[in-house]
Structures are given as structure tokens and as C-alpha cells.
């Protein structure tokens, strides 16, 4: 499983475009990359997942460069509500566990 | 998205007593489901995986005797925490695997508070 590095926290402000990016130089070629956001005392909301290029859905962005070394969640537009923890996590998710890191503890102000 | 539910949502037992939590998928089968716990301001920790018709895996230091853990069908996962002391007071949280989709991501419940007195 490869290992995945991620800021401690970030602070942002409403409106902003908000950037997290994770590094995982080990990543295998079978593993995917899957970003999950965590509110306090709730289980952790699956937000999107890439493989290579870019991924876009309704809520995110996710960029991943060549070389797959790295990836950056894009939050367009933050607002208070998108306060949370946000997971990086890397694996062939035909493993038969994913390990969660830290974490980054992301904090809107207004 | 696939959606994981729990149940309870929060629990508060007497010391020595055994908690049973349960984990379903609601619209899809999950061959493996996985628990988790997590204490404040900590990530998540997994403390076993959960096949479907066989027996559970434990994550080293997790006391398999402890924490039971049954997968008796594609959408149901239980955890039993036997003789449950205040140390294991925490947030316990399941996920579920879909392979539906082809890239096999995890869904997580919300969560079950277990406070033990």
C-alpha cells in the first residue's frame, strides 16, 4: 500500500479555490487514488477518485500529473460547510484494506 | 453514491457488558466490509476486514476474542465488543466495498458512538 503525505491542516476563505495536493512516490501501477472529506463524528463521504489526468465531478476536481507521484483535490468556491478533514488515500482497491494517513484538517473562514 | 448504514448511531453500556453494532449495504452487495474505530482528533484505524462467509482479519494488537465480528450475507457485517470496558469507549465506523463500479471504492457508514461507563 503505498504511503501518502498531506499538509497537517490549511485554512482558507469563503469563495477561495482550495488546493490540497498529496504526495505518494510509491504509488503501484494498479492503484487508484480515492480522496474522502470527514466531518466531526461522522464516518468519512467518498468526494472522487483518479487514476491518471484530470477527474472532474460536481463537487471537485482531482489532478493527477504524469508521473502519478502526486495528486491535488481542487475545491472550487469553498464555503463554511466544506470545514472538514480531507483523506488522500492510494491503493488497488481490490486490496484487502485501505490505511487511512492523517489526514489534512481543512478550516473555511468567512 | 453507494450508501452504508449502522446501527446504532450511539450506544452507552455498563462496564462488562456487549455491545453489538451492525453494518449494511443498502443498495449494493458487499463481499468484504471493513471496521474501523477512531478516536477525537485521530484518523481512522482499521481494526479488521470482514469476508463474507468466512472469518474476519484482524489487524495486529486488535483482540480477535474482543471484538467480534461476523459477515453472515453480501449486505450485513456485525461487531460485537464482548465484556466492553471504558478504554473501549470510542467512534466505531464500517465501510463497504463496491465492485460494482470497476474500481472497487469504499463506502463508509456514519458511524456508531459506543460510550462504555
Known amino acids: 500500500l503505498a504511503k501518502t503525505t498531506q499538509p497537517i491542516s490549511m485554512d482558507s476563505y469563503e469563495g477561495q479555490e482550495v488546493n490540497i495536493t498529496c504526495s505518494h512516490n510509491n504509488i503501484a501501477t494498479n492503484d487508484y487514488i480515492t480522496w474522502y472529506q470527514q466531518f466531526p463524528s461522522q464516518g468519512p463521504r467518498f468526494i472522487i477518485q483518479?487514476?491518471?489526468t484530470k477527474v472532474t465531478n460536481e463537487v471537485a476536481s482531482l489532478f493527477i500529473p504524469a508521473d502519478r507521484k502526486s495528486s491535488t483535490l481542487s475545491l472550487p468556491r469553498v464555503s463554511l460547510s466544506d470545514t472538514a478533514v480531507y483523506y488522500c488515500l492510494v491503493g488497488d482497491m481490490g486490496d484487502d484494506k485501505i490505511i487511512f494517513g492523517k489526514g489534512t484538517r481543512l478550516h473555511i473562514l468567512p | 453514491g453507494a450508501v452504508v448504514s449502522q446501527h446504532p448511531s450511539w450506544v452507552i453500556c455498563k462496564s462488562g457488558t456487549s455491545v453489538k453494532i451492525e453494518c449494511r449495504s443498502l443498495?449494493?452487495?458487499?463481499?468484504?466490509m471493513f471496521w474501523y474505530r477512531q478516536f477525537p482528533k485521530q484518523s481512522l484505524m482499521l481494526m479488521a476486514t470482514s469476508n463474507e462467509g468466512s472469518k474476519a482479519t484482524y489487524e495486529q494488537g486488535v483482540e480477535k476474542d474482543k471484538f467480534l465480528i461476523n459477515h453472515a450475507s453480501l449486505t450485513l457485517s456485525t461487531l460485537t465488543v464482548t465484556s466492553a470496558h471504558p478504554e473501549d469507549s470510542s467512534f466505531y465506523i464500517c465501510s463497504a466495498r463496491d465492485g460494482t463500479s470497476g474500481k472497487e471504492t469504499q463506502y463508509f457508514g456514519p458511524g456508531t458512538r459506543l460510550l462504555v461507563l
Open positions: 483518479g487514476y491518471k
Open positions: 443498495d449494493f452487495q458487499a463481499t468484504t
